[in-house]
């Protein structure tokens, strides 16, 4: 079987990149790797959203689920020293970067943790859940996601979701509005969409 960045234990050689990036006014340094989403460049979708995205007038924690290297998640905990800002991953490899990334640039206000879904996050809950979905894990997968999202948000918690049209937005769409009542396009941008959806 192909090796996937949503593998719990990535096999495939380290070869890390670090790369500088400007988001939401700040420059911020990255390292990435093989076998972790994105190895390159903070990616579109994920730029995106951390450009988009707005805090819930709720109290409580973020979380950034499936978070990859850690930009979406590093970058709001930047903008919003107030929150403490969880950031969870199936990738051990991804986990390690994120804790490097986030000492790299001085971010303090987070927690990262390894986890299958919610499977090491069941005592927690949120204000807002931020989330660029591994669409290769398959629609089931990311519908999980959505599902056990929607069972960890606080009262009036916020769903943040990117996704492209051609890999699954409108069936993504379908899905958030079955399970919230309702669902905002807050943003498309060359195929993109930013959704975002409250726990009423």
């Not at 804790?99 to 996050?121: M, P, T």
Request: one cysteine or more.
């Amino acid at each position: 079987m192909a090796e996937h960045y949503y593998s719990q234990q990535p096999q495939s050689k380290s070869s890390p990149k670090t790369w500088n990036y400007q988001l939401r006014t700040r420059l911020y340094t990255f390292t990435s790797d093989v076998g972790v989403f994105s190895k390159n460049e903070v990616d579109f979708g994920s730029r995106l959203l951390i450009e988009q995205f707005r805090e819930p007038a709720i109290l409580g924690d973020f979380l950034d689920l499936g978070c990859g290297y850690g930009p979406i998640g590093i970058v709001l905990a930047d903008h919003f020293p107030d929150r403490n800002v969880m950031l969870s991953d199936i990738n051990e490899r991804a986990i390690t970067l994120t804790r490097k990334n986030a000492a790299l640039n001085r971010i303090d206000n987070v927690e990262c943790i390894q986890s299958d879904q919610f499977s090491n996050l069941v005592s927690r809950s949120f204000a807002a859940i931020v989330m660029n979905p591994p669409i290769r894990a398959g629609k089931k997968v990311v519908h999980q996601l959505f599902e056990g999202a929607k069972a960890a948000l606080h009262d009036n918690g916020e769903l943040w979701v990117v996704i492209q049209k051609k890999q699954g937005a409108p069936s993504a769409k379908s899905k958030l509005e079955d399970l919230f009542g309702s669902v905002e396009i807050v943003a498309r941008d060359k195929g993109y969409f930013i959704l975002r959806a409250v726990n009423v």
